[in-house]
């Protein structure tokens, strides 16, 4: 169940806070291959699994990039902002994998809102810091500052 703002105004009396988590996700196989073939990028890693037994992570991993495109399907179940004409993905900030995520493995999205600004045309510009944990692991598999603008119906 998201955080619900009722107002993008209403999102500045909460930086600071923690929005809350997406639900579980599992990365398997087919995730990956079809992530490798929309990107290009069929390193042995990522899509060999009988090969990646043996290397460094003893399974094959997800793509860095695709666990980080997996937080535009975390926010909306980590947050909702109403009384909007639309929201826009303007970029991030600050990315960083501590961790691989092993094919697998489950993943989730955590969200803090960590600033809140009005912009040119009276949009307002949120950051949010997401973290995509991996179940059962101390580290994250991602941490993006997320930068959304939402602009008032």
């Known amino acids: 169940m998201p955080t619900v703002f009722e107002t993008p105004g209403a999102l500045a009396g909460s930086v600071g ?18 992530f490798a073939d929309a990107t290009g990028d069929h390193q042995w890693i ?14 094959t991993i997800a793509h860095g990039y695709l666990t980080m495109s997996l937080v535009s399907l975390f926010l909306p179940q980590i947050v909702e ?30 969200g803090e809102l960590v600033k809140v600004e009005e912009v040119k045309g009276g949009a307002i510009q949120t950051t949010i810091r997401v973290t995509v944990e991996i179940e059962g692991s101390d580290r994250p598999a991602c941490v993006v500052d997320t930068i959304s603008r939402f602009v008032p119906a």
Request: glycine share 14%; aromatic share 8%.
């Open 17 to 34: 806070k923690h929005l809350g988590y997406s639900d579980w996700l599992l990365i398997d196989q087919e995730r990956v291959n079809l």
């Open 46 to 59: 990522h899509v060999e699994p009988e090969r990646a037994k043996a290397g460094p992570f003893g399974a």
């Open 81 to 110: 902002v109403r009384g909007v004409s639309m929201g826009i993905n303007y970029g991030a900030d600050r990315l960083r994998f501590p961790a691989p995520v092993p094919v697998g493995s489950r993943v989730r999205g955590g």
